[in-house]
């Protein structure tokens, strides 16, 4: 089935730096989520974009539907050690309901 | 907290049994999706319902079986248990159906399914 590239896979960073992490696909999307997903739990949705171009806010989450609707970009700012965790974007296309999930990307983040 | 349960939290098998692990939606949600996440995996689209109808399917063999029910809730089941069976299993709801995206799924928190 269709995957999506997330990169990067894993980062360290100090407390109080910002983050980048963005989610390619080779297929057009419609919608595109990102979630936070703790060790042995489910993923917990942050933000939900519908429309190429958006630019939604959810505190210090940031995240953009790229224009090409092919991509998927999300920032967190002035990182804290609760954000650690793995975060996951998921893509939505126009046929059928089912969502494709992106590989994942770890964040730790060093007090 | 998003208002979708699953049960039981773990569950340990044998190979070549058999298993059913239940979700409970949000209230209104007419759709739901099962996912399967192996460790270190982000999850796999096993197959989504629609108003108690199967409304697509990923790559699982015919072992993976569901049931949606009126009142929100559903079932995955799965025959013939194999090792590889072995994941994090979660269901996800939404209000979905369109099929025309702008959709949102909310998970639960995960059966963990362990087969020896």
């Known amino acids: 089935g269709q995957q999506l590239n997330q990169s990067p896979q894993s980062m360290f960073i100090q407390e109080g730096e910002d983050v980048s992490m963005n989610c390619t696909s080779s297929s057009i999307f419609n919608t595109w989520l990102w979630y936070k997903q703790d060790p042995g739990e489910g993923p917990v949705l942050l933000i939900a974009l519908y429309k190429a171009g958006e630019l939604t806010s959810n505190g210090r989450l940031t995240a953009q539907f790229g224009i090409t609707r092919k991509d998927s970009f999300l920032n967190i700012s002035a990182s804290i050690p609760s954000d650690v965790g793995i975060y996951f974007c998921a893509g939505q296309g126009n046929t059928g309901n089912q969502f494709y999930f992106g590989t994942g990307t770890s964040l730790t983040v060093i007090p | 907290e998003t208002g979708v349960t699953q049960s039981p939290t773990h569950l340990i098998k044998t190979r070549g049994q058999q298993v059913t692990l239940r979700c409970s939606s949000q209230?209104?949600?007419?759709?739901v999706s099962w996912y399967q996440q192996a460790l270190g995996q982000g999850p796999q689209f096993i197959f989504q319902y629609y108003r108690e109808e199967e409304n697509g399917r990923g790559n699982f063999p015919p072992r993976f079986s569901g049931l949606q029910f009126p009142n929100y809730s559903s079932e995955l089941n799965v025959n013939a248990l194999e090792l590889d069976d072995s994941a994090l299993y979660l269901c996800?709801?939404?209000?979905?159906?369109?099929?025309?995206?702008?959709?949102?799924?909310?998970f639960g928190p995960g059966t963990r399914l362990t087969v020896l």
């Open positions: 209230s209104g949600h007419n759709t």
């Open positions: 996800a709801s939404s209000l979905g159906g369109g099929g025309a995206g702008g959709d949102t799924q909310y």
